[in-house]
């Protein structure tokens, strides 16, 4: 409890020595925090917008924005930037809807590009029958559901 209540009156102290954190720089803003956001989101995050703090401390600074992705998502996403026990400022973000979100988009292009190789297959495959067996006989065979009565 003695070590609390001194920790608190010499934070402020400590700060400024840069003792207590990021050699002796204050917290960043949200706008300065949005880079390392983006880094962290390896390139499918293209900007924060509508970036505002919801807190800040000494040690710690938390932010609230929405994420505009690359494909045209936009998510609400909140981020900070803290001090951590080795005294090193560390950067996180909630990662909960974003990480849904991000599965869903790939999801959707693993779903899409599936579809789009199936067609293509299926030309393909349409085209190399109907040089096979000519085309009259094919559409006959597409026709027969068993397709066995060419």
Known sequence: MVSEIWWRAAAPML????????????????????????????????????????????????????????????????????????????IAYDTDEAQQEAIDRLEAEAEAAGRKAAQEFEREMDQSMREAIGSDRWEAAKRDVDGYDF
Do not use: H, W
């Not at 050699?23 to 499918?44: F, H, W, Y």
């Not at 609230?64 to 494909?71: K, P, S």
């Open 15 to 90: 700060m400024s020595f840069g003792i207590a954190g990021c050699n002796g720089t204050a917290m960043p803003s949200c706008d300065s925090i949005e880079e390392d956001v983006i880094q962290l989101e390896e390139k499918a995050l293209i900007k924060i917008i509508k970036a505002r703090e919801v807190s800040r401390s000494p040690r710690e600074v938390t932010c609230q924005g929405v994420a505009v992705y690359r494909d045209g998502t936009e998510i609400r996403m909140r981020y900070r930037a803290y001090i951590d026990e080795d005294r090193d400022l560390m």
